[in-house]
Protein backbone atom coordinates (compact mmCIF):
# COMPACT_ATOMS: atom_id res chain seq x y z
CA UNK A 1 0.00 0.00 0.00
CA UNK A 2 1.43 3.35 -1.09
CA UNK A 3 0.48 6.61 -0.32
CA UNK A 4 1.05 10.20 -1.46
CA UNK A 5 0.43 13.21 0.58
CA UNK A 6 0.70 16.48 -1.68
CA UNK A 7 0.38 19.49 0.19
CA UNK A 8 0.72 23.50 0.33
CA UNK A 9 1.48 25.89 2.96
CA UNK A 10 1.83 29.30 3.78
CA UNK A 11 2.85 29.25 7.51
CA UNK A 12 4.15 25.86 8.08
CA UNK A 13 0.85 24.29 9.66
CA UNK A 14 -0.84 22.33 7.02
CA UNK A 15 2.72 21.25 6.48
CA UNK A 16 2.73 20.20 10.02
CA UNK A 17 -0.76 18.19 9.40
CA UNK A 18 -0.06 16.47 6.51
CA UNK A 19 3.66 15.24 7.83
CA UNK A 20 0.96 13.53 10.90
CA UNK A 21 -1.23 12.30 8.23
CA UNK A 22 1.99 10.66 6.58
CA UNK A 23 3.13 9.34 9.84
CA UNK A 24 -0.52 7.58 10.15
CA UNK A 25 -0.54 6.48 6.73
CA UNK A 26 2.63 4.92 7.37
CA UNK A 27 1.39 2.52 10.01
CA UNK A 28 -0.54 1.18 7.11
CA UNK A 29 2.06 0.89 4.36
CA UNK A 30 4.44 3.52 2.37
CA UNK A 31 3.86 7.06 2.91
CA UNK A 32 5.37 10.15 1.16
CA UNK A 33 4.88 13.23 1.51
CA UNK A 34 5.54 16.43 -0.99
CA UNK A 35 5.04 20.37 -1.14
CA UNK A 36 3.27 20.70 -3.91
CA UNK A 37 5.70 23.21 -5.58
CA UNK A 38 7.67 19.57 -5.92
CA UNK A 39 4.62 17.36 -6.72
CA UNK A 40 4.98 16.06 -9.88
CA UNK A 41 1.72 15.02 -11.39
CA UNK A 42 2.51 12.53 -13.34
CA UNK A 43 3.32 10.55 -10.18
CA UNK A 44 0.11 10.05 -9.32
CA UNK A 45 -0.80 6.72 -10.86
CA UNK A 46 2.00 5.11 -8.73
CA UNK A 47 0.28 5.30 -5.55
CA UNK A 48 -2.56 3.22 -4.04
CA UNK A 49 -4.03 6.64 -2.32
CA UNK A 50 -3.32 10.38 -3.15
CA UNK A 51 -4.38 12.83 -0.41
CA UNK A 52 -4.49 16.52 -1.08
CA UNK A 53 -4.44 19.54 1.34
CA UNK A 54 -4.23 23.11 1.85
CA UNK A 55 -4.62 26.07 3.50
CA UNK A 56 -8.44 27.73 3.30
CA UNK A 57 -8.06 30.99 2.27
CA UNK A 58 -11.28 33.04 1.45
CA UNK A 59 -13.52 30.29 2.08
CA UNK A 60 -11.76 28.17 -0.47
CA UNK A 61 -8.53 27.04 -1.98
CA UNK A 62 -5.58 29.58 -2.48
CA UNK A 63 -5.27 31.61 -5.11
CA UNK A 64 -1.84 33.71 -6.57
CA UNK A 65 -3.21 36.47 -4.53
CA UNK A 66 -3.68 34.90 -1.46
CA UNK A 67 -0.76 33.17 -1.66
CA UNK A 68 0.98 36.73 -2.29
CA UNK A 69 -0.88 38.08 0.26
CA UNK A 70 0.67 35.70 3.12
CA UNK A 71 3.60 35.91 1.98
CA UNK A 72 3.66 40.05 2.28
CA UNK A 73 2.07 39.31 6.15
CA UNK A 74 5.34 37.33 6.82
CA UNK A 75 7.56 39.62 5.60
CA UNK A 76 6.32 42.74 7.46
CA UNK A 77 8.55 44.53 10.25
CA UNK A 78 6.19 43.54 13.18
CA UNK A 79 5.14 39.65 12.08
CA UNK A 80 5.93 36.82 13.95
CA UNK A 81 4.66 34.87 11.17
CA UNK A 82 7.19 33.27 8.87
CA UNK A 83 6.10 31.40 4.97
CA UNK A 84 6.97 28.43 4.22
CA UNK A 85 10.17 28.60 1.16
CA UNK A 86 7.32 27.37 -1.42
CA UNK A 87 4.47 29.77 -0.14
CA UNK A 88 4.27 32.44 -2.88
CA UNK A 89 4.36 29.23 -5.71
CA UNK A 90 2.05 27.36 -7.29
CA UNK A 91 -0.99 25.88 -5.03
CA UNK A 92 -3.20 23.00 -4.78
CA UNK A 93 -5.29 24.50 -7.08
CA UNK A 94 -3.24 24.92 -9.76
CA UNK A 95 -2.10 21.49 -9.71
CA UNK A 96 -5.14 19.76 -9.38
CA UNK A 97 -5.64 21.71 -12.54
CA UNK A 98 -2.55 20.48 -14.37
CA UNK A 99 -3.70 16.69 -12.93
CA UNK A 100 -4.76 14.49 -15.86
CA UNK A 101 -8.07 12.33 -15.33
CA UNK A 102 -6.54 9.62 -13.10
CA UNK A 103 -8.32 6.61 -11.12
CA UNK A 104 -8.00 5.43 -7.31
CA UNK A 105 -8.56 6.49 -4.49
CA UNK A 106 -8.44 9.89 -2.53
CA UNK A 107 -8.93 11.94 0.22
CA UNK A 108 -8.74 16.03 0.81
CA UNK A 109 -7.85 17.76 3.84
CA UNK A 110 -7.56 21.79 4.79
CA UNK A 111 -6.40 23.62 7.72
CA UNK A 112 -8.74 26.89 9.16
CA UNK A 113 -9.03 28.90 11.21
CA UNK A 114 -11.34 27.39 14.43
CA UNK A 115 -14.63 29.01 14.21
CA UNK A 116 -17.78 27.14 12.03
CA UNK A 117 -17.48 26.42 8.81
CA UNK A 118 -20.04 28.35 7.28
CA UNK A 119 -17.59 31.95 8.19
CA UNK A 120 -14.70 30.22 7.51
CA UNK A 121 -14.97 27.97 4.36
CA UNK A 122 -13.11 25.00 3.59
CA UNK A 123 -10.44 24.32 1.55
CA UNK A 124 -11.11 20.77 1.63
CA UNK A 125 -14.54 20.77 -0.02
CA UNK A 126 -13.26 22.48 -3.49
CA UNK A 127 -10.34 19.33 -3.85
CA UNK A 128 -12.56 16.93 -3.01
CA UNK A 129 -14.90 18.15 -5.63
CA UNK A 130 -11.60 18.48 -8.02
CA UNK A 131 -10.30 14.84 -7.26
CA UNK A 132 -13.86 13.62 -7.90
CA UNK A 133 -13.87 15.19 -11.38
CA UNK A 134 -10.89 13.98 -12.26
CA UNK A 135 -11.59 10.35 -11.82
CA UNK A 136 -10.72 9.84 -8.02
CA UNK A 137 -13.00 7.90 -6.07
CA UNK A 138 -12.89 9.61 -2.45
CA UNK A 139 -11.61 7.54 0.13
CA UNK A 140 -13.14 9.92 2.95
CA UNK A 141 -15.10 12.90 3.77
CA UNK A 142 -13.31 15.65 3.23
CA UNK A 143 -11.26 16.99 6.74
CA UNK A 144 -10.75 20.42 8.23
CA UNK A 145 -7.73 20.44 10.94
CA UNK A 146 -7.91 23.33 12.89
CA UNK A 147 -5.56 26.68 13.89
CA UNK A 148 -6.23 29.64 15.83
CA UNK A 149 -6.14 33.36 14.46
CA UNK A 150 -2.14 33.11 15.27
CA UNK A 151 -2.15 30.54 12.89
CA UNK A 152 -0.89 27.51 15.42
CA UNK A 153 -2.30 24.54 15.41
CA UNK A 154 -5.00 23.92 18.01
CA UNK A 155 -4.43 21.15 20.81
CA UNK A 156 -4.59 17.77 19.51
CA UNK A 157 -4.69 18.52 15.72
CA UNK A 158 -2.19 16.67 15.27
CA UNK A 159 -2.77 13.35 17.03
CA UNK A 160 -6.26 13.55 15.17
CA UNK A 161 -4.52 13.81 11.26
CA UNK A 162 -2.25 11.29 12.70
CA UNK A 163 -5.85 8.89 13.31
CA UNK A 164 -6.68 10.52 9.91
CA UNK A 165 -4.37 9.21 7.92
CA UNK A 166 -4.21 5.98 9.60
CA UNK A 167 -8.04 5.14 9.14
CA UNK A 168 -7.81 6.66 5.58
CA UNK A 169 -4.93 4.27 4.72
CA UNK A 170 -6.72 1.38 6.41
CA UNK A 171 -9.48 1.92 5.17
CA UNK A 172 -8.52 1.20 1.02
CA UNK A 173 -6.28 -1.73 1.88
Not at 32 to 45: I, L, R
Not at 141 to 162: H, K, Q, W
Amino acid sequence: MRTLIVYESMYGRTHEIAEAIARGAAQVGDATTVPVAQANPQDVQAYDLVIVGGPTHVHGMSRESTRRGAVEAAEKEDSALTAEPDAAGPGIRDWLDDLARAEGAAAAFDTRIDKPAIVTGRASKGIAKKLRHLGFTLAADPESFLVDTDTNLIDGEEARAEQWGKAVAAGIR
